[in-house]
């Protein structure tokens, strides 16, 4: 009886396989991309929007529009790039809101964020008057308002459905903090040169994709505050937790569903995008040496996780300790190679992350009060004369000047 049970359950979890609309042909997948999407193989990168495309990267007029002079001369360049970290990012949004009280907050040209970066990156892009968004979000946030689990969830995860909690409630959420009027201020301050980026992972072509959310919420298309929020549900849907997004993409005449989903393991940061600048326009206008970018890696994650001993076992707890270690090791790796690529360009680093010896008793998919709160308090208190890495905390020092001239005299 007990044999008949099991391949009775095994028949049935076989058959349930998740209903998903149909997926692209292989012959297209890389080549048809949902509108919003950034066509990074394009020089310079373009936005596919319907029926056209447009150039991602501001002009030299908008680049230079606003700027300060640093120290050296340079105009300034200042760039954000938020990695992910769950529920941890509520230090990055507490940081963000410390750092608004200092007076000294940039005003970012350029953000990049993936993972829960994303939902800190609206309130960075537009600025400290928009602080309520991070507050609302990681501070009255309840963990109810960002997912649901339950036996339906759970049993479907096991059924078949891909996922095993529902994240209806975020989306609500999303809604009413993202509303229209915010997605309008996004759609200005693109207009004057600003641009703000997401990455989500195309599971289907399996390949990390670029969303240029400034121009979404200026595309004036009629689902451009639709697709802006869907954007970020699919950059924070952490896979076989939540459900993937399915972007609808059109071939002959047929529609079909493109999956996208969290870009945690992923390429965090963008790259030439840093600079958000296009060199032959920069360099028509001679302003190729006189901007300088200052990028700005805001890391919601430890260097050393501090793991609570003894989990509970439940499916999500394992889940989160596995994505908080994997997590771990793509943002520093990615955070190394952003290093090299800001530093081969005589671009400026600073970085801030999650001191190892601060205990989280949460992972990184639990949302508990007040413990988030107290996150977002501690990421608070450290904005206030925050001392910047200007180099990756995994990275070796470099030489002193004793140790070089030693090396210099072995080779002479």
Request: glycine share 8%.
């Amino acid at each position: 009886m007990r044999f008949l049970f099991v391949l009775a359950v095994s028949i049935v979890v076989a058959s349930c396989a998740p209903n998903r609309p149909p997926a692209l042909p292989t012959d297209y997948s890389d080549s048809v991309m949902p509108w919003g999407v950034v066509d990074t193989d394009a020089d310079p990168p373009a936005v596919v929007l319907p029926g056209r495309r447009i150039n991602s990267l501001p002009s030299s007029a908008s680049v230079v529009k606003d700027l300060r002079r640093g120290r050296s001369g340079s105009y300034e360049y200042p760039v954000l790039s938020i990695s992910g970290g769950g529920s941890h990012g509520a230090w990055g949004a507490g940081f963000l809101k410390g750092w608004s009280e200092t007076g000294t907050r940039p005003d970012f040209r350029v953000v990049t964020a993936m993972s829960v970066g994303a939902l800190l990156a609206t309130p960075a892009f537009l600025g400290p008057e928009y602080d309520r968004i991070l507050t609302r979000f990681f501070v009255e946030g309840k963990q109810s308002e960002f997912y649901r689990v339950g036996p339906g969830s759970i049993i479907g995860g096991l059924l078949g459905s891909g996922h095993f909690a529902d994240n209806t409630p975020g989306l609500k959420l999303l809604n009413e903090l993202l509303d229209d009027t915010v997605i309008d201020a996004v759609a200005r301050e693109y207009r004057n040169g600003r641009r703000l980026y997401v990455s989500t992972a195309n599971f289907d072509n399996n390949r990390w994709t670029l969303w240029d959310l400034g121009a979404i919420a200026a595309s004036g298309e009629p689902d451009r505050y639709h697709r802006y929020r869907q954007v970020i549900l699919a950059a924070i849907a952490v896979p076989a937790a939540f459900p993937p997004v399915y972007f609808p993409v059109e071939v002959a005449g047929k529609t079909y569903g493109q999956m996208h989903l969290d870009a945690g393991t992923n390429f965090v940061f963008f790259g030439s995008f840093m600079t958000g600048t296009d060199a032959a326009a920069l360099a028509e206008a001679n302003l190729q040496v006189d901007v300088e970018p200052v990028v700005y890696a805001l890391m919601n994650t430890q260097r050393e996780p501090n793991l609570a001993a003894n989990p509970s076992g439940a499916p999500l707890d394992l889940a989160g300790r596995a994505y908080q270690r994997i997590g771990r090791f793509a943002s520093y790796a990615a955070l190394d190679r952003l290093w090299v690529y800001a530093t081969e360009r005589d671009a400026e680093v600073r970085i801030a992350y999650i001191p190892d010896d601060l205990p989280i008793p949460f992972d990184v998919f639990e949302f508990p009060q007040p413990q988030m709160s107290e996150l977002f308090d501690e990421g608070r208190r450290s904005a206030a004369g925050y001392p910047f890495l200007n180099r990756p905390p995994d990275l070796p020092p470099p030489p002193s000047d004793a140790e070089k001239s030693h090396v210099n005299g072995r080779v002479n």
